[in-house]
């Protein structure tokens, strides 16, 4: 089994729809989509939702009424204003450092575990999907991801699966720390833009921390040949391979449109693109076992 994990910079580079081509030309795989913080693979892939399941992390405070003196310790010793004029608390406010919990003499403060969101998994057209919606202003979104991730390697090798095929998250925190650990390969799409190299060098410096082997992907090249070719050198000065090059084509966003991916779409242009780029990158990894 070979995990492959498609991941940017930052957002808006095109990695979902290339994580949604790798998806329909590949066999025997499970997608999993890692972007939580704002999930949208299942825009082009329909996935039925077959189980869905509650996430639950971090913790907030919550007071007892009936136990609470309204001796005011917890509203002294609260950073963060999160103890209400009642002794109650705010729970947008509280960041769940338990101080309250502790200084209380009555005991009447309780750190209860948070629902942070949901994770599901879908079945689609090209086999399984795991994906996970985190609530609004939630955070761990990187445990949320390690646990979307091991779900879909658990399918994976329970089927005798040839692939995961990941859709990471955008940029270089901890959401994309838990997409890259322990991968085959990590798949950078860039777009030629000075922005666009400046965070793929930043993304990438995380992936080589990480032991992980880098492989570029140039998406809406012709927009910019002269950046194009600065990535190109850049590139090749620092030993990254790049699988290929994608052009800007309106059949794209047409695609998204149809809740289609762009292999279903289109037959030339940058489905042919694609094509070669999951051919080369199916023999590069195959070579590695």
């Given at each position: 089994?070979?995990?492959?994990v498609?991941?940017?910079?930052?957002?808006?580079t095109?990695?979902?729809?290339?994580?949604?081509?790798?998806?329909?030309?590949?066999?025997?795989?499970?997608?999993v989509?890692?972007?939580?913080?704002?999930?949208?693979?299942?825009l082009?892939?329909?996935?039925?939702i077959?189980?869905?399941?509650?996430?639950r992390?971090?913790v907030t405070?919550?007071?007892?009424?009936e136990l609470?003196?309204?001796?005011?310790?917890?509203?002294?010793?609260?950073?963060?204003?999160?103890?209400?004029?009642?002794f109650?608390?705010?729970?947008?406010?509280?960041?769940g450092?338990?101080?309250?919990?502790?200084v209380?003499?009555q005991?009447a403060i309780q750190?209860?575990?948070?629902?942070?969101?949901?994770?599901?998994?879908?079945?689609?057209?090209?086999?399984?999907?795991v994906?996970?919606?985190?609530?609004?202003?939630?955070?761990?979104?990187?445990?949320?991801?390690?646990?979307?991730?091991?779900?879909?390697?658990?399918?994976?090798e329970?089927?005798?699966?040839?692939?995961?095929i990941?859709d990471?998250?955008?940029?270089?925190?901890?959401?994309?720390?838990?997409?890259?650990t322990?991968?085959?390969?990590?798949?950078?799409?860039?777009?030629?833009t000075?922005?666009?190299?400046?965070?793929?060098?930043?993304?990438i410096d995380?992936?080589?921390?990480?032991?992980?082997?880098?492989?570029i992907?140039?998406?809406k090249?012709?927009?910019n040949?002269?950046?194009?070719?600065?990535?190109e050198?850049w590139?090749?000065?620092n030993?990254?391979q790049?699988?290929?090059k994608?052009?800007f084509?309106?059949?794209?966003?047409e695609s998204?449109?149809?809740?289609?991916t762009i292999?279903?779409?289109?037959?030339?242009g940058?489905?042919?693109a694609?094509?070669?780029?999951?051919r080369?990158l199916?023999?590069?990894?195959?070579?590695?076992?």
């Amino acid at each position: 089994m070979k995990q492959i994990v498609i991941i940017s910079g930052k957002g808006g580079t095109g990695k979902t729809v290339i994580t949604g081509a790798f998806a329909a030309l590949a066999e025997d795989k499970v997608m999993v989509d890692c972007d939580v913080d704002a999930a949208d693979l299942h825009l082009i892939l329909d996935p039925e939702i077959k189980q869905s399941h509650i996430f639950r992390s971090g913790v907030t405070a919550f007071t007892h009424k009936e136990l609470c003196e309204g001796c005011g310790v917890c509203k002294t010793v609260c950073r963060f204003e999160a103890v209400k004029d009642d002794f109650t608390i705010d729970p947008v406010s509280c960041e769940g450092c338990a101080f309250c919990s502790l200084v209380c003499p009555q005991n009447a403060i309780q750190m209860k575990t948070n629902v942070s969101g949901k994770w599901f998994v879908s079945g689609t057209r090209f086999g399984p999907l795991v994906h996970a919606r985190l609530g609004v202003a939630e955070e761990n979104s990187g445990k949320l991801v390690s646990l979307v991730r091991q779900k879909a390697k658990e399918i994976a090798e329970s089927k005798n699966y040839k692939w995961v095929i990941i859709d990471g998250s955008p940029g270089i925190g901890c959401p994309v720390i838990a997409s890259i650990t322990g991968v085959d390969c990590a798949v950078i799409v860039i777009e030629p833009t000075l922005s666009g190299l400046h965070d793929a060098r930043r993304v990438i410096d995380v992936v080589k921390y990480f032991n992980v082997p880098a492989k570029i992907i140039i998406n809406k090249y012709d927009l910019n040949h002269d950046m194009t070719k600065k990535i190109e050198r850049w590139s090749e000065d620092n030993n990254i391979q790049i699988l290929g090059k994608i052009i800007f084509d309106k059949a794209v966003v047409e695609s998204v449109v149809e809740g289609k991916t762009i292999i279903e779409y289109s037959n030339d242009g940058v489905t042919k693109a694609l094509r070669n780029i999951w051919r080369l990158l199916e023999e590069e990894l195959d070579r590695t076992n």
